[in-house]
Every structure is written in structure tokens, then in C-alpha cells.
């Protein structure tokens, strides 16, 4: 394992590299999640004059977890099998539980909670 370093678009990238980091995450449904669509909502009625390009709810996620150890493109459809199904093996233990979401922080890339 190594230490996460963030990447932003912005950021120099090894030529032949492909400026992708694979991730894992989560859906978010605000269908079942009334108060999460009254915040996203608001943050986007708040940002909306922002140069900020707002996505589609069916793109809104949680990310668990960012693979920073080699590009998205470098990993292989057998170690993408291999990680999916040791996520879910480990993601079948965790009961449901609520979270508190908030202090939306905008950067130049997203908004973040």
C-alpha cells in the first residue's frame, strides 16, 4: 500500500500516461435519501452562477476508495475482477448506517462533502 496522493486534472502527468486513477465507489439514490437531495439541491442553487459544470443525480457517489499505485488504464481486466470481488466480499460484512453529510466545499474540479 502506498500513501494517497490526490491528483487534479491540472497536475503534469508522465507523458503516455493515461490521467485516470481508478476508484471505488458508492451510489448515492437521493430518491431514498430526502434530506441528501435537499442539500445537493441547495448546493447546486448556490453554485449554480459558479463556472461549475453540476452533474446528473445518477452520477452523485460516495468514493471509498482511490488506487493510486498505478494508472486506471494500467489495470488489467483480471485485477479489476480481482478487486471488485474482494470489495464485495469485504462490503457483504458492513450493516447499513447513517451518516452525517455537509460542509460542501467547493474546489475547481467539485464539490466535495
Known amino acids: 500500500m502506498k500513501p494517497f496522493t490526490f491528483q487534479q486534472g491540472k497536475d503534469l502527468w508522465e507523458e503516455g500516461k493515461t490521467p485516470s486513477l481508478a476508484h471505488a465507489y458508492v451510489p448515492v439514490d ?3 435519501n430526502p ?3 435537499e442539500l ?3 448546493i447546486r442553487a448556490a453554485t449554480k452562477a459558479d ?3 453540476h452533474v446528473g443525480d445518477e452520477w ?4 471509498l476508495c ?3 499505485s498505478k494508472s486506471a488504464a494500467e489495470v488489467t481486466a483480471a485485477e ?7 470489495l464485495a466480499r469485504q462490503m457483504q460484512g458492513i450493516a447499513p448506517f447513517t451518516i452525517t453529510v455537509g460542509s460542501a466545499l467547493a474546489y475547481g474540479t467539485e464539490v466535495a462533502a
Open 30 to 32: 437521493l430518491g431514498r
Open 35 to 37: 434530506e441528501l437531495a
Open 40 to 42: 445537493v439541491h441547495g
Open 51 to 53: 463556472p461549475i459544470t
Open 60 to 63: 452523485l457517489h460516495i468514493t
Open 66 to 68: 482511490q488506487l493510486s
Open 80 to 86: 479489476r475482477q480481482t478487486l471488485t470481488a474482494e
